[in-house]
């Protein structure tokens, strides 16, 4: 099972974390479609964190462009 609080915090969405053990205190029926959202939303926030740091890295490292001989 996913800590979705630590995720949450480890992203340093403080506001959203927050929210989430408001949502959580309410009761569990309210939360089992949320839960699958906030987990989906969270994998696609790593995938793009993870995309831009590597375009990052590959424009720091300035390397050459590519370019056809034709």
Do not use: F, I
Not at 32 to 38: E, N, T, V
């Amino acid at each position: 099972m996913r800590d979705l609080m630590a995720e949450l915090k480890e992203l340093r969405l403080h506001g959203m974390a927050t929210a989430w053990a408001e949502l959580t205190a309410q009761g569990e029926s309210n939360t089992a479609s949320s839960k699958w959202l906030l987990e989906h939303l969270l994998e696609q926030e790593h995938t793009d964190r993870a995309m831009r740091s590597v375009s990052h890295q590959m424009n720091m490292a300035k390397l050459p462009m590519h370019r056809d001989l034709a």
